[in-house]
């Protein structure tokens, strides 16, 4: 996404925070828990892009997430809707690339529609045509601003742990 620099060498700052909401309807916080979904059993974050191929539904994310979502009794949750209890999409198929030390590191969940809908209440699914696939060496020669979005998976201590999370948002180049 080209951002506009206004002859400052940075984004207008009304532009990136547009931006920013724009991003936060296409993706969903993931939360894991070990066991029961209760605040005592969360155990870690994530950031799930939501798509939608023709009537399918999917959640792509990174791969160790993926991976670590199906290791002994853990659940996925989505978070839905603020300060309420996240859901457990049921999970039809899941796939996943995680390679440490390299650039290989994406998954994906296909979920129910029944799911997909629950999350359509607040989000919109991309379709394929909004999403572009590039390499690192071309983002580098492009040398633009983007913006890079997330709930960080930083754990509140016990006792003050939410089911909901906020978008982390910033601006950078890659040079």
């Not at 580098?140 to 997330?150: F, K, P, Q, Y």
Request: aromatic fraction near 10%.
């Amino acid at each position: 996404m080209k951002l506009n620099d206004g002859g400052n060498n940075h984004p207008d700052r009304a532009y990136a925070e547009n931006a920013l909401l724009r991003v936060q309807l296409h993706t969903t916080t993931l939360l894991f828990f070990d066991g029961p979904i209760n605040d005592h059993d969360l155990v870690g974050l994530g950031t799930g892009v939501l798509l939608r191929i023709a009537s399918r539904y999917f959640i792509l994310s990174a791969g160790h997430c993926v991976r670590d979502s199906h290791r002994g009794s853990r659940i996925l949750g989505l978070g839905v809707k603020k300060h309420a209890s996240p859901i457990s999409p049921q999970i039809l198929r899941h796939e996943y690339c995680y390679e440490p030390g390299t650039e290989m590191d994406f998954g994906f969940w296909e979920i129910a529609d029944y799911d997909a809908s629950d999350l359509r209440e607040r989000h919109v699914f991309m379709s394929l045509d909004s999403v572009t696939c590039t390499t690192h060496d071309t983002l580098l020669s492009i040398n633009d601003w983007m913006i890079l979005a997330g709930y960080p998976g930083e754990i509140p201590p016990p006792g003050e742990r939410e089911y909901s999370a906020s978008i982390f948002g910033y601006t950078t180049t890659l040079a």
